[in-house]
């Protein structure tokens, strides 16, 4: 075929008129160049796809370092706060607490973070989504194929868009709120609890209890009312940017109406002042801030019906404050509960043989009572606090030495470290914060509000407690207490949890600012003001511990530790001294609060033998229809004589049957005789009853 006729016959018909092997070759040729084309672009995407996985190992590593590196500042934060106090209690310096330290210190690394590090992060975009009515919790995001998880971290304001973090290692301090809830407070409300001195508490418990519900509730209204004030007067003079209801103004004075004088009350334990003063601050502190959390709580849980939700409703106020009762006694409950399961487990069974298991046991119940009560709907502050009172009262009888010294020392390191911790993330957050709001007006208004709320919430109530109080609270305690309403971790703790809102942004930076104040200013103020109102320190008190190891040394079969020594010689009772311990004692019981003198002898008498080895016999207390329950109750050590003790001489010479005829209830029978170990019957040292052949002393 000539050349001609191929192109004659065109493309089609000319590839059918080639010959076979040309035509072989030829598509040879392009099968070689799509396989050559091919494996390329499979090579280029491979090394796209290595390159991609580099790049986000490589993140993942920088994100790793990133989160070292901010927990390392906060530890060297509180180490350096730690070695300061050594030195400012070396040099007995008390116009600065640590935790004012600790605020000092996150602050000047809040302004190297801030200031002298640059911006690291430059991927963030904005993506619209308009076909969506609301915010998801979870987005998976479809990029080029490969899908991506992303979580809602909050609501940002349109105006501050651009204004977002670009900085990582800012975004790292920066800790979600519930670290807080969930980590830092439960060891810090616990410890207030477990440590409580129960002798002046329970002597001040009336005016206590009226301070703490009373006085929060008054405080919480007096400066919302104010406030709201405050708020239409930044509205009149154009101050106010965004909305600002009546119940936030409510909300702000519930959670700044929790008081967290741990400043003033570290110089009294110093200074060794005056007992009551001490158990009037520590106690309102203590109960108060379960009140504040309770009530913020109810003012959230506020719903009028109809279309203005922010209006007055009588049924949702009452609402409200039938969420307040049921919260807090749900709460409550949950706590007490937890205690008693506690001191069940560690009466029945015997695991003070392995303190390691009994130290993590209780451990691991008291943190839990905290999550428990927040996943039932309760509030785990008010819960963790009535659980470690009530593992102090009872739990704490049935633990071993070695674990009661433990716990002790474990939940008072814990409470050390979460509450400096706070106090430097205060400073911190000052500057690496993004959601500031900042208002003159309504910073100082808050001032005065807090100032007038504290004053109302003093000084009217003393004047009605005092009406019934044996022992008046005077002019110089009433202006200390006045004098002395920090506030601290709790309101921090409050008011960081929700900073969505404009309302709420204003109200976190005010609590900042107002904690500050409170802490470097008021605090520093303690020492000179104990000595303008002339008011008594130097007394020394001995601690729980030492009281229930000296406080009376007789031997009587299951003694409550927590009893006033008798009176008269029906037991076997050696106090010290010309006998002022005894007269303590039963001053302390006659000057408690006629609430805890209620529930005394039904404590004394059922709950403690039931829930430890302490307290008279259940078969002496309860009816005799109740015997087998009594006797599968009552722990085999009260009818036990292994406590240390001194013999009295007046008991020297008794046999046996007169020795434990003078026992308050009749012992089991095929019981030793009591005897001596190792001791001259002069001596004032402890020694183990044991049995002897003489049956006589």
């Not at 590593?61 to 106090?85: G, W």
């Amino acid at each position: 075929m000539e050349p001609g006729d191929a192109a004659r016959l065109g493309p089609g018909r000319a590839a059918r008129a080639l010959p076979p092997r040309l035509l072989l070759m030829l598509l040879l040729g392009r099968g070689l160049r799509g396989a050559a084309a091919a494996s390329s672009y499979g090579a280029a995407a491979e090394d796209s796809s290595a390159m991609e996985e580099l790049a986000t190992e490589k993140e993942a590593e920088e994100s790793h370092r990133q989160d070292s590196v901010s927990l390392l500042t906060f530890i060297l934060l509180l180490t350096l706060t730690i070695l300061t106090i050594w030195l400012f209690k070396h040099r007995r310096v008390r116009f600065l607490h640590e935790t004012g330290l600790a605020m000092i210190y996150g602050l000047i690394v809040g302004v190297i973070l801030r200031y002298g590090t640059t911006a690291t992060s430059g991927h963030d975009k904005s993506l619209s989504c308009t076909q969506e009515d609301r915010a998801f919790s979870t987005l998976l995001v479809n990029v080029s194929g490969k899908f991506f998880e992303y979580t809602l971290k909050g609501e940002i304001s349109p105006g501050k868009v651009n204004s977002v973090e670009q900085n990582d290692m800012l975004r790292k301090v920066t800790f979600d709120p519930e670290v807080f809830f969930n980590i830092l407070l439960p060891p810090i409300i616990f410890h207030a609890g477990y440590s409580l001195k129960k002798r002046h508490f329970f002597r001040n418990l009336g005016s206590i209890l009226a301070y703490a519900f009373l006085g929060t509730a008054v405080s919480c209204f007096i400066i919302g009312n104010l406030m709201y004030g405050v708020v239409k007067l930044m509205k009149i003079v154009g101050q106010l940017s965004d909305k600002f209801y009546y119940t936030d103004c409510l909300f702000f004075g519930a959670i700044i109406s929790a008081t967290d004088p741990v400043t003033v009350l570290a110089i009294f334990n110093e200074l060794h002042a005056d007992v009551d003063l001490y158990a009037l601050l520590f106690g309102e502190s203590v109960l108060n801030d379960a009140v504040a959390i309770v009530l913020s709580s109810s003012i959230v849980a506020y719903q009028p019906a109809g279309l203005n939700t922010h209006a007055f409703d009588a049924a949702a106020f009452f609402k409200s404050v039938g969420i307040f009762l049921g919260i807090f006694s749900g709460s409550f409950t949950m706590g007490a509960v937890t205690g008693v399961v506690t001191a069940l487990v560690t009466k029945f069974t015997k695991l003070h043989c392995f303190p390691l298991l009994e130290t993590a046991l209780f451990f691991l119940m008291s943190w839990s009572t905290f999550l428990l009560a927040e996943a039932c709907g309760f509030t785990g502050v008010v819960a963790v606090l009535f659980c470690g009172i009530t593992q102090a009262h009872y739990t704490y009888n049935n633990l071993s030495v070695e674990s009661r010294s433990r716990t002790k020392q474990l939940f008072e390191v814990l409470h050390f470290l979460a509450e400096n911790f706070i106090f430097s993330y205060m400073g911190l957050a000052l500057f690496t914060f993004q959601k500031h709001v900042f208002s003159p007006v309504f910073i100082i208004g808050a001032f005065v509000a807090i100032f007038l709320g504290r004053a109302a919430h003093i000084y009217p109530l003393s004047f009605f407690l005092n009406l019934g109080r044996r022992h008046k609270i005077g002019w110089n305690f009433q202006h200390m207490m006045m004098f002395s309403g920090l506030r601290g971790a709790m309101a921090f703790a409050l008011a960081i949890r929700d900073t969505a809102s404009y309302a709420r942004q204003m109200m976190f930076t005010t609590t900042l600012l107002i904690v500050f104040f409170t802490v470097w200013i008021i605090g520093g103020g303690t020492t000179p003001m104990l000595s303008w109102l002339n008011i008594r320190v130097g007394i020394e008190e001995p601690s729980e511990e030492d009281q229930n190891e000296h406080r009376w040394q007789y031997f009587r079969v299951g003694v409550d530790p927590d009893q006033d020594p008798p009176p008269n010689n029906d037991s076997f009772q050696v106090l010290q001294g010309d006998g002022s311990d005894s007269a303590r004692g039963n001053r302390t019981k006659q000057e408690s609060a006629w609430l805890f003198r209620l529930w005394y002898s039904f404590d004394h008498n059922y709950l403690k033998p039931i829930l430890t080895h302490s307290g008279p016999p259940l078969t002496t207390t309860l009816p005799a229809w109740c015997g087998l329950l009594a006797q599968c109750l009552t722990s085999p050590q009260v009818y036990e004589p292994t406590r240390l003790t001194r013999i009295p001489p007046e008991y020297h010479g008794l046999s046996r049957q007169e020795y434990w005829s003078g026992l308050p209830y009749s012992p089991p029978g095929d019981l030793p005789d009591p005897g001596i170990e190792s001791m001259s019957l002069s001596s004032p040292v402890l020694a183990k009853p044991r049995a002897t052949e003489r049956g006589r002393f």
